[in-house]
Each structure stands twice: as C-alpha cells, then as structure tokens.
C-alpha cells in the first residue's frame, strides 16, 4: 500500500510545484523553439534540491529516498516534461557513479551533476541493437593504463549537450554476450568523439542523436565498477528509471486534464456550460481514473526499491502503461478543445509528441511486457518447483 508523505517530503513537492508554476511551465512551448534546454535555469533547480536529490550527501545530493526523487520529477515534467528529463538522468547515471566509480571520480562529477552544472547522458543504445541491450558492437580495448573506445551509439538522449557520458561497451568476446560489457564515465570533450542530432517529432529541448566514437582514449580509472559487470549496472538502473518515466508521462497527461476541466466549465455550446454534458465529462473523468491508478503504481514501485525489494515487473508495468495511457489521455485532452486543440497555439500537441517518444525510448511497450511475463513465469515455475 501507498504510505503518505512526510512533512519533509511534503515540503520539496510544495517547493518543486511552486517553481515549476514559476519558473518551467511558462517556457515550456519557447524551449521547443529554441531546442536546448536553459543551463541558467538548471543552475536554479540544482541550488532548491530538485536534481539527484536521492544522491548521497557526501557528494551534495540530499541522501533522499527514491519516492523523493519521484517527487521532482512528477512537479517538475507538469511544466516541462523535458526539463524533468534532467533529474532523471541524474539519479540514473548519479546511482551509478556513486556506487562504482573511484571516490576520486564521484567526487569531481556527482557535485557538479547535483548543482546542475553538468549534464549527463546514458550511451547504451546502437545502431544494430535496439532494445537488444546485451548485443553492443561498440568496443573498448585495454591498452596499457587506458581503453580505446571504437564505435557508434545511436538514439541518445542529449547526445549533443551532455557533459559527460555513462557508455557501455564491449571489453570481452562478442560471444560472451552480457558478460563481457563494461561501464565508462567519458567526458564528452574528450579526443576523438563527435556528434549528431536527429530530427525527431518531438522532445525538441532534449534531443536526441548518436554519438560517434574514433579512437576515443580513456584511463583505466573511468572504468565504473569491474570490467564485465556493465549490463548488470544498467539493468538495475533501468528498473529505477522506468517508474520514474511513468511519473512523467501522468504529469504531462495530468497537466493537459486540469487545463481541460477550466476550459470546459467555461466554454459555452447549446446555451450552457461544456461541463454540462456528460459526453464531454465522461472522457476526462476516465483519464483522471487511469492517470491516479498509474501513479500509485510507479510510486509503490519506488517505494519497494527503496525497501531493496524485488521490482523489476512492476517498474516495466510502469513504462508500459505510463506513456501509452498519457497518449490516449492527452489526445482525448486535445479533443476536447476542438479546432482550438489543433492549434500550435496550445500546448497539448507538444505534450503529445513529447510523450508519444517514451512509447519508444527507454524500452517498447511489447518489451515491457516480456520482462513482466518473464518475472511472472519465472516466479511460478519456483513455486512449483518448491511444492514438487
């Protein structure tokens, strides 16, 4: 069951709503225009405690739970689903610097990844890959005290605006599948790496590109955690990242119902109230039924994560249902308003192509549903095992 916040909690939300009225919601259509997202205002979100703010206290963050974390980014993806992408990464790549990179190297880059400072992104998807996260071509060679990473990573979110990476690549044989792929913290201005941008439907301020990598030098000592053990590291991440990506899909889709319900009990048809009528009601209702069920749910997922309790199938639920359910939602939202919805003037057509990328990204629907069936069969199959 869900337990209520803490005063303390309550508080950071209060704070994470009240500057995304302030400060995000009003430039969320100006930020696509633009394309990049406002390092002045990441500087602001990093001095209230709104990024990594799960990350340890030795390092800057807020030695929060995870729910906290969820918290931010919940408020902040209300004004700018985008803008929320930060804290996320930051928890994401954040988790894993601080477990198994040198305290030398956490020390430089959790600090800077918590004031806003530095902006990371996770390397893990190619070209040939896809959602086949184990089947990477990209390869790191040890030469010496250093690695030589070769290769391209493709579909990266701020592939052309990160600071740094978390890159995955092969150190062992190709058929040693998982095992043999490693994790390294690369700075993004280091020899021998470049960039591109794709021009995508939506999720303009993010971006998203590949990055190439010729040649690229690295000390042995950005290798994070031992050498091999990369596929381990990402997959756990993700399981965090998932429920964190559903409680940005419900933001967004619950930003589109509350500007709907205003415009319905204001807007006239037939000599009354939009609201009046039931077949214009019944929609939003349906939406505010479904977006409540799948925030308790990534909300209950962080919560066992936080208890150090098996998620992984509630975490895919999340993904799963979280950007699918906010499409349809926001849609009917967009409806609703009429010719006006299909406007660029409002904001529900943004809303639309910014969730409808996370359909995508981060792992398909259909692959979400195969880790859910895998944990399912995998559990009863124990179970029987142990009656038998």
Known sequence: MTRPLTDDQRAFQETAQRFTREKIAPGYMKREAEARLDRALLLEMGALGLIGADLPERYGGLGEPSVTAGLAIEALAYGDINVSYVPLLASLNGQIIARHASPELAGHWIPRIVAGEA???????????????ANLALSARRDADSFVIKGEKSSISMADQADAAVVFARTGPVEAGARGISAFLVPMNTPGISTTRFKDLGSHAIGRGSIFFDEVRLPASHLLGEEGMGFVQVMQGFDYSRALIGLQCCAAAQA???????YITERQA??????????????????????AAIRQLCYHTLRLRDADEAHTSE??????????????????????????????????QQRLRDVMGLEIGDGTAQIMKLIVAREKAGRLAVQYARKG
């Not at 990371?120 to 190619?126: G, H, R, V």
């Not at 589109?256 to 205003?262: F, T, V």
């Not at 077949?279 to 349906?286: D, K, M, Q, R, S």
């Open 270 to 291: 037939f000599g009354a109230p939009l609201a009046q009528y039931q077949g214009v009601t019944f929609p939003l209702a349906e939406g505010e039924g479904l977006i």
């Open 119 to 133: 902006l990371f992104c996770i390397a893990l998807t190619e070209p040939r890959g896809g959602s086949d996260a």
């Open 315 to 348: 975490a895919a639920m999340c993904k799963w249902l979280g950007p699918k359910t906010a499409v349809d939602v926001i849609h009917q939202c967009l409806l609703t308003h009429g010719h006006y919805g299909w406007s660029l003037d409002l904001p529900h």
């Open 256 to 262: 589109s119902l509350d500007e709907s319900w205003s």
